[in-house]
């Protein structure tokens, strides 16, 4: 059974910094991309980021270009997402999503995770 | 950047009813590359269709996807009681993978 456990969200104040951590299950993590869609609350999906399975494409939304990064650890089976100079507007829950396409950049997402909360307020 | 509208906003029908949600690309989305999926309040999204017209394991066949280029349709045949949701269409032909605003089906 796929598992896509979604941690490290929390209460942040603007500018400071938060590391999401993803952590997969039940197929072959090595195999897929990955990516990180957010939802502010009471609001639609937004596609945030997404990384190839050997971490050689990799893509932003324009709204966190140059302030978060997204990364893998094949070994640990693990997805992350830091996320710099955090802004209200980031306030969400941002899910864990794996790519459908094996071996493959970018494909329609098939599992998601629950979801981390992320507050910037001050 | 391919921005993705979807109409309409709201539509309101009765259970046994045929739902029509359309999903417009700014342009073309190369290899059909248009995926669908539900969200029901408090869960994470579901993926319902990829590929345009392809139906993701284990959805119903009331479910069906249509459309190329820039003009993609959901269609519901039938609605059952589980179907009112939001619907939200998504293109991942080229980075970013940018979501429609969704249409929520609720009951009428």
Same mark, same amino acid.
């Given at each position: 059974?796929?598992?896509?456990?979604e941690?490290?969200?929390?209460l942040?104040?603007?500018? =400071?910094?938060?590391?999401? +951590? $993803?952590?997969?299950?039940?197929?072959?993590?090595?195999?897929?991309?990955?990516?990180?869609?957010?939802?502010?609350p009471?609001?639609g999906?937004?596609?945030?980021?997404?990384?190839?399975?050997n971490?050689?494409?990799?893509?932003?939304?324009d709204?966190?270009?140059?302030?978060?990064?997204?990364?893998?650890?094949?070994?640990?089976n693990s997805?992350?997402?830091?996320?710099? +100079?955090?802004?209200a507007?980031?306030?969400? #829950?941002?899910? $864990?999503?794996?790519?459908?396409?094996? #071996?493959?950049?970018?494909?329609?997402?098939?599992?998601?995770?629950?979801?981390?909360?992320?507050?910037?307020?001050s | 950047?391919?921005?993705l509208?979807?109409?309409?906003g709201?539509?309101?029908?009765?259970?046994?009813?045929?739902?029509?949600?359309? $999903? =417009?690309?700014?342009?073309?989305?190369s290899?059909?590359?248009?995926?669908?999926?539900?969200?029901?309040?408090?869960?994470?999204? =579901? #993926?319902?269709?990829?590929?345009?017209?392809?139906?993701?394991?284990?959805?119903?066949?009331?479910?069906?996807?249509?459309g190329?280029?820039?003009?993609?349709? #959901?269609?519901i045949? =039938?609605?059952?009681?589980e179907?009112?949701?939001?619907?939200? $269409?998504?293109?991942?032909?080229?980075?970013?993978?940018n979501?429609?605003p969704?249409?929520?089906?609720?009951?009428k």
């Amino acid at each position: 059974e796929v598992q896509l456990v979604e941690s490290g969200g929390g209460l942040v104040q603007p500018g =400071r910094s938060l590391r999401l +951590s $993803c952590a997969a299950s039940g197929f072959t993590f090595d195999d897929y991309a990955m990516h990180w869609v957010r939802q502010a609350p009471g609001k639609g999906l937004e596609w945030v980021s997404g990384i190839s399975w050997n971490s050689g494409s990799i893509g932003y939304a324009d709204s966190v270009k140059g302030r978060f990064t997204i990364s893998r650890d094949n070994a640990k089976n693990s997805l992350y997402l830091q996320m710099n +100079s955090l802004r209200a507007e980031d306030t969400a #829950l941002y899910y $864990c999503a794996k790519d459908m396409e094996e #071996l493959l950049w970018f494909g329609a997402l098939d599992y998601w995770g629950q979801g981390t909360l992320v507050t910037v307020s001050s | 950047e391919i921005v993705l509208t979807q109409s309409p906003g709201t539509l309101s029908l009765s259970p046994g009813e045929r739902a029509t949600l359309s $999903c =417009r690309a700014s342009q073309s989305v190369s290899s059909s590359y248009l995926a669908w999926y539900q969200q029901k309040p408090g869960q994470a999204p =579901r #993926l319902l269709i990829y590929g345009a017209s392809s139906r993701a394991t284990g959805i119903p066949d009331r479910f069906s996807g249509s459309g190329s280029g820039t003009d993609f349709t #959901l269609t519901i045949s =039938r609605l059952e009681p589980e179907d009112f949701a939001v619907y939200y $269409c998504q293109q991942y032909g080229s980075s970013p993978g940018n979501f429609g605003p969704g249409t929520k089906v609720d009951i009428k």
